[in-house]
């Protein structure tokens, strides 16, 4: 029984599964002429999910085996409809005997929680709480050194040369030349996902139909969009891969990496999330303070995903005399698509 790279979000595994050397029709997502990979023994794959699994205890009141292993982590392809089968044959290796790990419940040591959590053993939501209602600059659950660790893992180099790009809706009824394209003036600086209020940062995306949609603007808008070239190479974090670092590259500190892998993953969530025109600035806060801290370590930037374009990439670049705007063409929006879902206030 084969699995095959399509199986797999992972980079790190599907390069593993790949380095096989072996062409094949996958099992799983029935894919054909494809690297695959075996499941039914013993491999380095095998013995790598097990080491994650075996970071957990089971716990009554956890969440299930499969299920963690799907959502937490960005090991499997989770638009695979047979992905609790593909676990499940992949258990029956590791432990021989698979069918009771359908319902087993775990959750992560809370030793290990407490000694190698970003947040000393406090979740997201908690740090979030903390920050905005009770102590903002020294509530005691950062734990700095242990988060830059992971920053390496995360950080993407942009070479000279880059094009970016940055919307920005006429105010008025002309558009906007280049010296209005760049971060507002001091006294118009704005709170924002990556910058407190007062300070500058340059927002910009990877493509112009990113800075359109990021930008939010209405049917019949008139928008100058600008075009941005970068002067030195630069490394940035992108925050949304620090919840794609892989077991394979940090299987040394498996139950550090394993700590944080829900926290992650709420952070890259949390920054990506467009604010509603009725919510706080203070919602801002939690995710500031981690760009700060980023910042502090000497990256020029962070980058996050797009939730207002698909595959598109926010880029937000903490000195914008790292980039030089070499042209402005404007635009009218024509059309906007809705989407949406029922939806029920909560009480």
């Not at 089971?58 to 937490?72: K, T, V």
């Not at 007062?198 to 990877?206: A, F, H, M, R």
Request: glycine share 6%.
């Amino acid at each position: 029984m084969n699995c095959c790279t399509e199986c797999f979000h992972d980079a790190q595994i599907r390069a593993m599964i790949t380095a096989n050397n072996q062409i094949g029709e996958c099992n799983f997502c029935g894919s054909k002429n494809i690297p695959i990979y075996p499941v039914d023994k013993q491999t380095d794959l095998s013995d790598l999910i097990s080491e994650v699994i075996n970071i957990y205890e089971e716990f009554d009141d956890g969440e299930p085996l499969f299920q963690l292993l799907i959502n937490d982590w960005n090991i499997f392809n989770k638009s695979l409809t047979r992905a609790n089968n593909l676990v499940e044959a992949f258990c029956s290796v590791i432990f021989g005997e698979c069918e009771s790990n359908h319902n087993v419940k775990v959750r992560i040591p809370r030793s290990a929680v407490e000694n190698y959590g970003i947040f000393g053993g406090h979740s997201w939501e908690e740090f979030s709480t903390a920050i905005k209602r009770k102590n903002r600059f020294h509530n005691g659950f950062f734990r700095a050194d242990q988060f830059a660790t992971f920053l390496t893992y995360a950080t993407k180099k942009y070479l000279k040369g880059t094009v970016l790009f940055r919307a920005r809706i006429w105010p008025d009824n002309k558009g906007l030349n280049i010296s209005e394209m760049g971060a507002p003036p001091p006294g118009r600086r704005k709170a924002g996902r990556v910058n407190p209020e007062g300070i500058g940062v340059l927002y910009l995306t990877s493509d112009e139909k990113t800075a359109l949609c990021e930008v939010r603007a209405s049917a019949f808008d008139f928008v100058s969009v600008g075009r941005f070239r970068l002067l030195k190479d630069i490394n940035v974090v992108n925050i949304s891969d620090l919840n794609n670092i892989s077991p394979v590259l940090y299987s040394s500190g498996l139950e550090s990496l394993t700590a944080n892998i829900k926290i992650f993953n709420d952070i890259a969530k949390e920054i990506a999330k467009p604010l509603r025109r009725n919510d706080s600035q203070l919602e801002y806060l939690p995710t500031q303070y981690i760009t700060e801290f980023i910042k502090s370590k000497g990256y020029a930037g962070v980058e996050f995903a797009s939730t207002m374009a698909t595959g598109g990439n926010n880029i937000a670049v903490f000195d914008e005399a790292l980039l030089e705007c070499e042209s402005v063409h404007d635009v009218e929006i024509k059309k906007l698509e809705y989407s949406y879902d029922d939806f029920t206030p909560s009480v």
